[in-house]
């Protein structure tokens, strides 16, 4: 019997650089790379720490962020939005690690560097609802993402609020892009696995998502 020709799923693995789409590339990420990028984020957490920020609807967020590059993704009591400097310190954001400049060239866009990138720590209780990355000026450049430690059950849905969602775990050194038609897919974290890392001293998890927040 000849076999049916497979749909191209929207949620594709391993595919060329220019794919639309869910790409997930486990550990894209070595442990040195891992390491190396985690002293990086440190140096920068110290002159810009995280903060938990406000929802507009003045619920704290259990996950506490940070940002680097020109622009800070930022929420409080007048919305969502991308702002300059750190709300607490005042200070223009810390600049990106370039090993994640290099990543986004080799992923997401070789012409077009980032100028935001948003870092979230989780603790063990941290979670995110599902939510559309859509505070950025164009759709065509896509979110990268990159996780360190404590792995993550991560719920990926459709562009539509009511779509299925399906379940897929972040752990240390993976990355995966919202790209294309997958630019605007639902995503949230369900829960971080306790104990499933020991790349960050006291356990969490880290998720930096690079992104082009003004027109290229
Ligand atoms: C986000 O959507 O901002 C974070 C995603 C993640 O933590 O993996
Ligand atoms: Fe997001």
């Known amino acids: 019997m000849r076999e049916m020709p497979s749909i191209a799923p929207i949620w594709t693995q391993m595919t060329p650089a220019s794919t639309s789409g869910f790409r997930l590339l486990p550990g894209r990420l070595d442990l040195d790379a891992q390491q190396g990028l985690l002293d990086e984020v440190m140096a920068r957490v110290a002159v810009a720490p995280f903060v938990r920020q406000v929802t507009p609807g003045g619920k704290p967020m259990s996950v506490a962020m940070t940002s680097f590059g020109a622009l800070g993704w930022t929420t409080d009591l007048a919305g969502y939005r991308y702002e300059r400097r750190h709300p607490a310190t005042g200070a223009p954001w810390p ?11 080799e992923l997401a866009d070789p012409r077009t560097p980032p100028d935001a990138c948003l870092v979230n720590f989780y603790n063990a209780e941290a979670r995110m609802s599902l939510h559309q990355d859509r505070d950025e000026a164009d759709f065509g450049f896509p979110v990268l993402s990159v996780s360190l ?3 993550a059950v991560f719920r990926i849905g459709g562009t539509r609020r009511g779509d299925p ?6 752990a240390s050194g993976d990355v995966c892009l919202l790209a294309g038609d997958a630019r605007l897919i639902h995503h949230g974290v369900d829960r971080i696995l306790p104990g499933s890392s020991r790349l960050i001293p006291g356990g969490g998890r880290i998720n930096l998502t690079v992104r082009r927040a003004e027109p290229g």
Request: cysteine-free.
């Open 95 to 105: 600049d990106i690690p370039a090993a994640l400049l290099d990543l986004w060239a």
């Open 149 to 151: 430690g404590d792995t």
């Open 165 to 170: 969602t399906r379940s897929v775990r972040l």
